[in-house]
């Protein structure tokens, strides 16, 4: 809903009498379950059992009808995790009206539905690790907001119900979802429940057979450690931890996050720079922290310096804020030459062609992509207004006639490129080369139907 329509909402909710509000409300409720169920949970007794039971029967039969022989395939994925999404949805929804514990319960089914995904479903889409954050940060989220509301003893219950999770089998093999379940419920913790969560981690740890994963889960364990001394108010003993055990990468990034939680930059400063001496692995890590830090402590030489070693190693996202940082300290104009011919010998050919299409220095670009033809493609919008002729002689040579192997799905691909091409570049042009080559390869009938089809929509 944009803003407009909800000013007219908003407008139309004021104009009408209470009486046509309630005949309203009581009229959608009767064919509208779902309204039904918001109307029950907002303002009468919401039956949280059935709808959790319901809740669990949608998902189970969404799961059931997107797997095959035990397997959901990519798009299965997708679906399966838009229903799991709108089920986060559902329940945080639940949460702002007041029901708490059955909010967390609908959380925790879907990353527990998530888990068993883990394993049997193809989430190369990246769906699944989509869902996964957004279910924890909703953990996160509630477990925050109601730890100030309500007693120990609830606590204890939505801290057991998260263990519950934890401990599945289903997690054998994923430890950072596993303890991702327990970090987004720390704000819950207590001094009797920080025992009940070590002890349940340290069980699973003790279950575990010598592997890989068991080490991660050791690392898990730690970070644990560390961050309910830190919930529960033991930042002496906290400290102590993280110090001790500061040559775990892990380890040193919670004692990094809470130096800057409690405004000691010093010292996270200290942490990142050692760090980024010893353990180039996490070099990107560090330096983010690292810029974190001189933005909140104004020292903008300092953040300018990190940005510029970030990007001459090849991180181009580190361009825009320096030339924000540089435009703000007003040395813009006067470096960005001596920082463009940098870029020419520092970069790959690939990041240098992305600064130099931001800045529309097309003649140095064409230049690029002239070198390195496999750029032609992603370059070519941006260069045919001032290269016409060359684009249309590299793209068709590297884009257009790129297929090794003929065949229907290479001609479909041949067609989509042409169609792009047409675009931003010349329709004339792209008719032109669909009729070379029908002409071409007269013993291709597959081409000349795919082609035609382009065609067709020019």
């Not at 990094?256 to 930059?265: D, F, T």
């Not at 992603?378 to 590297?398: G, M, R, W």
Request: glycine residues 4%; aromatic residues 10%; contains cysteine.
């Amino acid at each position: 809903m944009n803003s407009e329509e909800k000013q007219s909402l908003i407008k139309a909710v004021n104009e009408a009498s209470p009486e046509g509000l309630r005949q309203f409300i009581i009229n959608q409720a009767q064919f509208d379950p779902t309204f039904f169920q918001d109307v029950s949970a907002q303002f009468g007794d919401l039956d949280t059992d059935a709808e959790f039971k319901n809740t669990k029967k949608l998902i189970q039969d969404t799961v059931r009808h997107n797997k095959s022989y035990g397997f959901i395939d990519y798009q299965g994925c997708i679906v399966v995790c838009n229903v799991l999404d709108d089920v986060i949805n559902k329940y945080m929804l639940r949460f702002r009206q007041g029901h708490y514990h059955h909010a967390m319960n609908g959380l925790l089914l879907v990353v527990e539905t998530a888990g068993k995904m883990l394993s049997d479903a193809d989430s190369s889409s990246g769906a699944l690790t989509d869902t996964f954050e957004r279910a924890f940060a909703s953990m996160k989220n509630l477990s925050t907001n109601i730890a100030p509301e309500i007693l120990d003893s609830q606590k204890t219950i939505l801290i057991k119900d998260a263990i519950r999770i934890f401990k599945r089998k289903l997690f054998e093999n994923w430890s950072e979802q596993r303890y991702a379940v327990l970090f987004n419920i720390l704000p819950l913790v207590t001094q009797k429940t920080a025992k009940t969560i070590q002890t349940a981690s340290k069980a699973v740890i003790k279950s575990a057979g010598e592997s890989y994963e068991k080490n991660q889960m050791v690392i898990g364990d730690k970070i644990l450690h560390a961050r309910i001394l830190i919930q529960i108010g033991q930042e002496t003993e906290a400290e102590q931890f993280m110090d001790e055990n500061k040559n775990i990468p892990q380890i040193r990034e919670v004692e990094i996050q809470n130096a800057i939680q409690n405004k000691n930059y010093q010292h996270a400063e200290e942490l990142c720079l050692e760090a980024s001496k010893q353990d180039q692995g996490w070099r990107r890590i560090w330096e983010k922290y690292l810029i974190k830090i001189y933005d909140a402590t104004n020292q903008l030489q300092k953040q300018k310096g990190v940005l510029e070693n970030s990007l001459f190693a090849n991180y181009p996202d580190a361009y825009e804020p320096l030339k924000q940082l540089m435009q703000q300290d007003q040395t813009w104009n006067a470096e960005y030459p001596k920082l463009l011919d940098k870029a020419a010998k520092k970069l790959t050919p690939e990041n240098y062609a992305f600064i130099l299409a931001k800045e529309s220095e097309f003649d140095k670009l064409i230049k690029v992509v002239m070198q390195h033809p496999e750029l032609t493609e992603t370059y070519s919008p941006n260069l045919y207004h001032s290269y016409p002729d060359i684009i249309n002689k590299l793209y068709y040579q590297n884009v257009v006639m790129n297929e090794k192997y003929p065949g229907r799905k290479a001609y479909r691909r041949m067609g989509r490129r042409i169609k792009r091409y047409a675009e931003f570049g010349s329709r004339d042009t792209a008719i032109k080369w669909i009729d070379g080559l029908i002409e071409e390869y007269p013993s291709r009938p597959a081409l000349a139907e795919e082609l035609d089809k382009v065609k067709k929509k020019l």
